[in-house]
């Protein structure tokens, strides 16, 4: 098999001499380079475990350091006569500073030591403090006894990471209120309760041990950090703060059960994947734990990994090309014939597919009998599956929103969707029943299925399931929704063309049922008598429409509407044409009453619906018209009011000197009656007629005060005040000021000067 394989396609053969080689080159490179990659990742980490090994140790062994040094200087003092005195006998406050100096002298030679106490049992001693002799409830650092008082769990020579109250807060700019350290504890004797009577305590200032750590850490790019064996954090990290409980961290779990000094291992650390590096010390059962991201690590052999890779990429690539200019070099000529042959083959195929096409066509349009042996002879030669003898069925599938699938695909792009549902239909039933798949009008897609009796019910549940697939299956790989309606069984396929028809003309029945509905000859009950349109519905819309009452409008059509759906669609039909010529008859009104025109064609919007494809589409572009009609009345009634309403301002002005000028008068200029003429103006201006007029004299009145040098009696006659107290009444209320004083007020701000008096003409 494998040698006709090669035989049959030249360029296959060639490539068959390449591979080989080609692939045990490949192999050979990625082998290589995962074993020296390999090798070189195990290297770094070797040279980074050392390296961190090393600063841990360095660490440890000042801890070790510490830890000596603060044995020897307490064990010291506690042999010293002066500290003797604090811890056995109770001293005078006037011989208190040769003992303040001696505890200071033991602080400067230490520059570790924060502080010191001297506790014994009742007082305590502190330097460096403001006061150097304390009691217990004196005493600002209250933490240290309840650890005093607990010698079970802090015994002599052991040492407790505390906060401790920082006693330059206050006097040095910027120190902190608190401050940690590591008080090493000193006890010579205990009572049966457990609490110290006499202690030394030394408190070892916490910035030693962080200054220490840091400089591995700016080193080394590695988090160090010390645990006591209880999983705690005895030091400085940026992870965690002081005295943080690291116990239920996985690698201080491993840390803690391993039974070695030091070792490593890689794990991932709070979201990161790390080296692990820890030891512990000799003094005071502390672990060093030093955590270093895996990618620090082995950055560099990553680098040169992906170096080897792109040119074991390049090395690929280059082959490939190489391998396929020598082929086609050498099986051009061959190819051209492979590539002619195939071309014959998709053209015969195509024109096969055709010709079967043409067939089908010709067998549905015949109403003729046809001959079943002439039928099996042809449905041999075209390779058709169905058997004339049996019982046919029909099932015609519609695009849905064909109009926006035209919009949106071209004429070649359309044909190609519709082979698309064509093979769904075919891949779907090819083994579910015989069948041929028939592309006809440009929506539609005919199925011809073979079926056991012309008895079986055209709704059984399996057809309606595998018609559910296809729906399923059209829309998810072609983002086309179809409608399906079935026909009855019938017997012979001259029957085809009758039974189509019929099938086409129940499909219209979605516009009732929707989009993506399956259509049952069984399931369309209709009612036999003629329709009649109510022609008490119809006056109702077309009154309506005229009123200018589009709600009501909109309910009435979908009463129409709906009692039409309870006919044929031949009913629903005509009932659409004459909705459309009340609305027209409504529209000729309203272009007759309000002088407006409206953009509607009677032969456009029945071509429109026509192309509709269900009531709530058509409901829906009926309410869109009412909408539109009513923007275009609303907009012509405002234009109407603003020209009624500059009327009204331009009476105002022209008769402002009238004192009879009111409502009244104005209404009767205009020819409307008062109330309906007031209840317009403020609603339109929001403000009443005679506010209106009473506005503008007292503008044009105040503009005659400050710019004119007539009398105030004469300006308020020329404003058309009959009343000189109502005048001035309403001048002050409105400008704060008499008349002659407003005159004076614009006198002085040089408003004095002759200019045309243009006063507002609305407010």
Same mark, same amino acid.
């Given at each position: 098999?494998?040698?006709?394989?090669?035989?049959?396609?030249?360029?296959?053969?060639?490539?068959?001499?390449?591979?080989? #080689?080609?692939?045990?080159?490949?192999?050979?490179?990625?082998?290589?380079?995962?074993?020296?990659?390999?090798?070189?990742?195990?290297?770094?980490?070797?040279?980074?475990?050392?390296? =961190?090994?090393?600063?841990?140790?360095?660490? %440890?062994?000042? /801890?070790?350091?510490?830890?000596?040094?603060?044995?020897?200087?307490?064990?010291?003092?506690?042999? !010293?006569?002066?500290?003797? *005195?604090?811890?056995?006998?109770?001293?005078?406050?006037? !011989? %208190?500073?040769?003992?303040?100096?001696?505890?200071?002298?033991?602080?400067?030679?230490?520059?570790?030591?924060?502080?010191?106490?001297?506790?014994?049992?009742?007082?305590?001693?502190?330097?460096?403090?403001?006061?150097?002799?304390?009691?217990?409830?004196?005493? !600002?650092?209250?933490?240290? #006894?309840?650890?005093?008082?607990?010698?079970?769990?802090?015994?002599?020579?052991?040492?407790?990471?505390?906060?401790?109250?920082?006693?330059?807060?206050?006097?040095?700019?910027?120190?902190?209120?608190?401050? $940690?350290?590591?008080?090493?504890?000193?006890?010579?004797?205990?009572?049966?309760?457990?609490?110290?009577?006499?202690?030394?305590?030394?408190?070892?200032?916490?910035?030693?041990?962080?200054?220490?750590?840091?400089?591995?850490?700016?080193?080394?790019?590695?988090?160090?950090?010390?645990?006591?064996?209880?999983?705690?954090?005895?030091?400085?990290?940026?992870?965690?703060?002081?005295?943080?409980?690291?116990?239920?961290?996985?690698?201080?779990?491993?840390?803690?059960?391993?039974?070695?000094?030091?070792?490593?291992?890689?794990?991932?650390?709070?979201?990161?994947?790390?080296?692990?590096?820890?030891?512990?010390?000799?003094?005071?059962?502390?672990?060093?734990?030093?955590?270093?991201?895996?990618?620090?690590?082995?950055?560099?052999?990553?680098?040169?990994? =992906?170096?080897?890779?792109?040119?074991?990429?390049?090395?690929?690539?280059?082959?490939?090309?190489?391998?396929? $200019?020598?082929?086609?070099?050498?099986?051009?000529?061959?190819?051209?014939?492979?590539?002619?042959?195939?071309?014959?083959?998709?053209?015969?195929?195509?024109?096969?597919? *055709?010709?079967?096409?043409?067939?089908?066509?010709?067998?549905?349009?015949?109403?003729?009998?046809? %001959?079943?042996?002439?039928?099996?002879?042809?449905?041999?030669?075209?390779?058709?599956?169905?058997?004339?003898?049996?019982?046919?069925?029909? /099932?015609?599938?519609?695009?849905?929103?064909?109009?926006?699938?035209?919009?949106?695909?071209?004429?070649?792009?359309?044909?190609?969707?519709?082979?698309?549902?064509?093979?769904?239909?075919?891949?779907?039933?090819?083994?579910?029943?015989?069948?041929?798949?028939?592309?006809?009008?440009?929506?539609?897609?005919?199925?011809?299925?073979?079926? !056991?009796?012309?008895?079986?019910?055209?709704?059984?549940?399996?057809?309606?399931?595998?018609?559910?697939?296809?729906?399923?299956?059209?829309?998810?790989?072609?983002?086309?929704?179809?409608?399906?309606?079935?026909?009855?069984?019938?017997?012979?396929? %001259?029957?085809?063309?009758?039974?189509?028809?019929?099938?086409?003309?129940?499909?219209? $029945?979605?516009?009732?049922?929707?989009?993506?509905?399956?259509?049952?000859?069984?399931?369309?009950?209709?009612?036999?008598?003629?329709?009649?349109?109510?022609?008490?519905?119809?006056?109702?819309?077309?009154?309506?429409?005229?009123?200018?009452?589009? =709600?009501?409008?909109?309910?009435?059509?979908?009463?129409?509407?709906?009692?039409?759906?309870?006919?044929?669609?031949?009913?629903?039909?005509?009932?659409?044409?004459?909705?459309?010529?009340?609305?027209?008859?409504?529209?000729?009104?309203?272009?007759?009453?309000?002088?407006?025109? /409206?953009?509607?064609?009677?032969?456009?919007?029945?071509?429109?619906?026509?192309?509709?494809?269900?009531?709530?589409?058509?409901?829906?572009?009926?309410?869109?018209?009412?909408?539109?009609?009513?923007?275009?009345?609303?907009?012509?009634? *405002?234009?109407?009011?603003?020209?009624?309403?500059?009327?009204?301002?331009?009476?105002?002005?022209?008769?402002?000197?009238?004192?009879?000028?009111?409502?009244?008068?104005?209404?009767?200029?205009?020819?409307?009656?008062?109330?309906?003429?007031?209840?317009?103006?403020?609603?339109?201006?929001?403000?009443?007629?005679?506010?209106?007029?009473?506005?503008?004299?007292?503008?044009?009145?105040?503009?005659?005060?400050?710019?004119?040098?007539?009398?105030?009696?004469?300006?308020?006659?020329?404003?058309?005040?009959?009343?000189?107290?109502?005048?001035?009444?309403?001048?002050?209320?409105?400008?704060?000021?008499?008349?002659?004083?407003?005159?004076?007020?614009?006198?002085?701000?040089?408003?004095?000067?002759?200019?045309?008096? *243009?006063?507002?003409?609305?407010?």
């Amino acid at each position: 098999m494998f040698k006709k394989f090669v035989l049959k396609n030249p360029f296959q053969l060639f490539l068959t001499i390449l591979l080989p #080689f080609l692939v045990s080159t490949v192999l050979l490179l990625f082998v290589q380079s995962s074993l020296l990659s390999r090798n070189f990742e195990n290297f770094a980490l070797k040279q980074v475990y050392r390296e =961190q090994l090393a600063d841990l140790q360095y660490t %440890s062994r000042n /801890v070790s350091t510490l830890e000596q040094t603060a044995r020897s200087v307490s064990t010291t003092a506690f042999f !010293d006569d002066i500290v003797t *005195d604090l811890l056995y006998t109770d001293i005078d406050s006037d !011989d %208190s500073m040769k003992y303040q100096i001696k505890l200071q002298s033991y602080k400067n030679i230490y520059p570790f030591l924060q502080s010191i106490y001297i506790y014994n049992g009742e007082q305590i001693y502190a330097v460096p403090r403001a006061q150097f002799i304390y009691d217990r409830t004196t005493f !600002d650092d209250q933490g240290i #006894f309840p650890i005093l008082d607990d010698i079970k769990n802090h015994p002599s020579h052991s040492i407790v990471l505390r906060k401790i109250p920082n006693i330059m807060s206050g006097i040095a700019t910027g120190a902190v209120k608190d401050m $940690y350290v590591y008080s090493y504890l000193f006890f010579d004797s205990q009572v049966a309760s457990g609490k110290v009577n006499e202690a030394i305590i030394l408190n070892i200032s916490e910035e030693w041990l962080r200054q220490s750590i840091h400089s591995q850490n700016d080193a080394g790019g590695s988090r160090i950090f010390v645990t006591d064996s209880t999983g705690m954090l005895l030091s400085t990290d940026h992870a965690h703060p002081l005295l943080a409980n690291l116990s239920d961290k996985p690698y201080i779990q491993r840390i803690n059960a391993s039974k070695v000094q030091a070792g490593n291992f890689r794990m991932n650390v709070d979201g990161v994947d790390s080296f692990v590096t820890y030891t512990s010390t000799d003094a005071f059962d502390w672990n060093l734990v030093s955590i270093t991201p895996y990618h620090d690590i082995v950055k560099d052999v990553e680098r040169m990994k =992906q170096k080897t890779y792109l040119f074991v990429v390049l090395f690929i690539v280059g082959s490939i090309l190489l391998t396929f $200019y020598f082929s086609r070099r050498l099986v051009v000529p061959m190819s051209l014939v492979i590539q002619k042959y195939n071309q014959l083959e998709m053209e015969k195929r195509g024109e096969s597919y *055709d010709r079967k096409q043409q067939f089908l066509r010709k067998i549905m349009h015949s109403k003729g009998p046809l %001959s079943a042996d002439e039928l099996r002879r042809q449905f041999l030669k075209y390779d058709i599956s169905l058997d004339p003898s049996a019982a046919f069925l029909i /099932v015609l599938f519609k695009i849905d929103h064909f109009s926006d699938f035209c919009a949106t695909y071209s004429r070649g792009d359309r044909s190609l969707l519709k082979f698309g549902i064509v093979n769904i239909v075919t891949e779907l039933m090819q083994q579910k029943a015989a069948h041929e798949c028939l592309e006809l009008e440009e929506d539609q897609v005919m199925l011809l299925l073979n079926v !056991d009796s012309l008895d079986a019910p055209s709704e059984q549940l399996l057809l309606v399931e595998w018609m559910q697939q296809i729906q399923q299956h059209t829309k998810q790989f072609l983002r086309l929704a179809v409608s399906v309606t079935f026909s009855e069984p019938f017997e012979t396929l %001259s029957q085809l063309n009758f039974h189509y028809l019929k099938t086409l003309d129940l499909s219209y $029945y979605r516009l009732i049922y929707g989009h993506e509905s399956m259509i049952f000859s069984e399931h369309i009950t209709v009612r036999t008598e003629d329709f009649k349109s109510s022609q008490e519905k119809d006056d109702e819309l077309k009154e309506a429409l005229i009123q200018g009452h589009f =709600q009501e409008a909109k309910d009435a059509l979908s009463a129409m509407l709906k009692d039409a759906t309870a006919y044929s669609y031949s009913a629903l039909s005509s009932m659409f044409i004459r909705i459309l010529l009340l609305i027209r008859h409504a529209i000729e009104v309203l272009e007759t009453n309000h002088a407006m025109k /409206v953009d509607f064609h009677f032969n456009a919007y029945l071509m429109k619906l026509q192309k509709m494809e269900t009531i709530e589409q058509i409901m829906a572009d009926f309410s869109a018209l009412f909408d539109r009609l009513a923007q275009e009345l609303e907009a012509k009634k *405002d234009n109407k009011y603003l020209k009624l309403l500059d009327m009204v301002n331009q009476i105002v002005h022209r008769e402002l000197a009238n004192p009879a000028l009111s409502l009244d008068y104005i209404a009767d200029e205009v020819d409307l009656s008062p109330p309906y003429l007031g209840k317009l103006f403020k609603k339109h201006r929001l403000v009443s007629v005679s506010d209106f007029i009473n506005n503008v004299r007292l503008a044009y009145a105040s503009q005659l005060v400050a710019t004119s040098t007539d009398t105030i009696t004469d300006i308020m006659e020329k404003s058309g005040f009959s009343s000189r107290s109502h005048f001035f009444t309403q001048f002050k209320k409105v400008y704060g000021l008499t008349p002659s004083q407003y005159r004076m007020n614009a006198k002085q701000s040089g408003y004095s000067d002759k200019r045309n008096i *243009d006063f507002p003409e609305s407010f």
